[in-house]
């Protein structure tokens, strides 16, 4: 069973920066696509930013030009790198690993997530 998990939540006054980490038990080889995902309390989840494994990112608007989505290969994880953290960036950070099961077939691994609190 492939395991994800989330590391680098915490709490950060508005403005300042957090980094958060994937890491996957079996390692990116298989990994088709990797994606920080966030939900707020009362709300569905959202995709945040996505990598796929070529290297080409996607953004939500409402994260672009303040959020960096890449691959750390000496960490061997997939890091969101948020910067100038207002309010609304307040959620639980998922990551998701779709991961190839065989030809054709691919299953999305989810992580427990990860808590950011942005307050002064």
């Known amino acids: 069973q492939v395991q994800v998990v989330e590391s680098g939540g915490g709490l950060v006054q508005p403005g300042g920066s957090l980094r958060l980490s994937c890491t996957v038990s079996e390692g990116f080889s298989k990994v088709l696509r990797t994606g920080w995902y966030r939900q707020r309390p009362g709300e569905q989840r959202e995709l945040v930013a996505e990598?796929?494994?070529?290297?080409?990112?996607k953004y939500s608007d409402s994260v672009k030009g303040r959020f960096i989505i890449s691959r750390n290969y000496a960490g061997n994880s997939v890091d969101l790198q948020m910067n100038n953290l207002q309010s609304e960036d307040a959620a639980v950070y998922y990551c998701?690993?779709?991961?190839?099961?065989?030809?054709?077939?691919?299953?999305?691994?989810w992580g427990q997530g990860t808590q950011v609190t942005v307050s002064s």
């Open positions: 998701a690993a779709n991961v190839v099961q065989d030809i054709g077939k691919f299953r999305d691994f």
């Open positions: 990598i796929h494994k070529v290297g080409t990112t």
